[in-house]
């Protein structure tokens, strides 16, 4: 619950999507040119979180309870079987057999859900992600608001994980009061506006029904985070968090050090202001650094025993595999398989 009330930190600090090739978003009345090829926001800091990015018309309806993993789970499962109109007019099969989709639900997966953290653990074959939660709990966490940076060469920094490590246990340890229906609303209309406005000088965000200046916020956040970094870097015996906590208080004060402003200032200083030429200078850079990387013999032949240990299980799988697709997607669809009684086996699919 904190994570989704606070994550607006991350999109601020480490957003790198201020602009989209032109032919990706044509039509859309927020973007402004950027040259002949480009489509961006001035302040924007990830657009890929924001209305154009991993966002759905259809979940605007949805309203996913973090409470607790029963009403996670009732959330879901409620959207995983609801028919949404437009997905039944599309039909699940064309005339000549194809499939369109798998279902006609709001929901036709559980990883179909958007939201910035979502609970899972390693789910035994078959098996619905949702009825693995439900029996045997959460076994980790995916943080999904993270951009690739395309100014280093993994697409993550080291102190960007520092900061990751320090901000999750703050949500944490953190008070966390209940989440509720109206807040669920006020935090998207919050991600939506540091999305597509983040760097805006004066931001502000909802917090409880009342305006505050995002910035402040941010500062507030920052300075609870103070503790967790230095204990961090008492039991490591550096002082690494607390750089990268300095980084990024730095950051709140000087938004043109962001990811998403340097980037966006690469595009700008090019001619024509390309940002298919950005990304594909950062990709070669990229590529070349990589290649000079010595791979140890040992790491590439236990790669290689690997690579041909998985390509001989999938081989066995295709071959005991006597199941028609459609029988497969009718069982494993089915909404028994998401109430299955606790303890109870996962029929085979």
């Known amino acids: 619950r904190n994570f989704r009330r606070r994550s607006f930190l991350l999109l601020y600090l480490f957003g790198a999507s201020p602009a989209v090739a032109r032919g990706f978003a044509d039509n859309a009345p927020d973007l402004v040119p950027l040259g002949s090829d480009t489509l961006h926001m001035p302040h924007a ?3 890929r979180m924001g209305r154009l990015g991993y966002q759905s018309d259809a979940q605007t309806s949805l309203c996913v ?25 599309l039909g699940i099969r064309a005339a000549d057999g194809s499939y369109r989709q798998l279902n006609d639900s709001l929901l036709q997966i559980e990883n179909e859900f958007y939201g910035t953290i979502r609970p899972k653990r390693v789910i035994f074959p078959g098996e619905r992600p949702l009825h693995a939660l ?55 209309r919050n991600q939506q506006r540091v999305a597509a406005r983040g760097r805006e000088p004066g931001l502000k965000l909802e917090r409880g029904g009342v305006e505050v200046l995002m910035a402040d916020w941010l500062r507030e956040i920052l300075g609870e985070c103070g503790p967790i970094a230095a204990w961090l870097d008492a039991h490591e015996g550096t002082d690494a968090h607390a750089l990268a906590l300095a980084a990024a208080r730095a950051a709140v004060l000087a938004p043109d050090t962001l990811p998403s402003a340097r980037v966006l200032a690469e595009m700008q200083a090019r001619p024509g202001g390309s940002h298919a030429a950005v990304v594909r200078a950062h990709s070669l850079r990229t590529r070349a650094h990589m290649l000079e990387l010595e791979l140890p013999p040992q790491v590439a032949a236990h790669m290689g025993d690997l690579a041909r240990e998985s390509l001989a299980k999938q081989a066995l799988i295709e071959a005991a595999d006597t199941m028609p697709f459609e029988t497969y997607r009718q069982q494993y669809l089915a909404p028994e398989r998401l109430r299955l009684p606790r303890g109870a086996p996962v029929p085979a699919a």
């Open 45 to 47: 800091t990830s657009l």
């Open 134 to 188: 439900r029996e045997r709990g959460v076994e980790y966490i995916e943080v999904r608001c993270m951009d690739l940076d395309p100014l280093v060469p993994a697409d993550i920094a080291p102190a960007t994980m520092r900061m990751i490590d320090i901000f999750l246990l703050h949500c944490l340890l953190d008070d966390s009061p209940l989440d509720s229906p109206n807040e669920i609303a006020e935090l998207a």
């Open 65 to 89: 309870s973090y409470n607790s993993l029963d009403s996670y789970a009732a959330s879901l499962s409620d959207a995983l079987v609801r028919p949404y109109p437009a997905y039944q007019a």
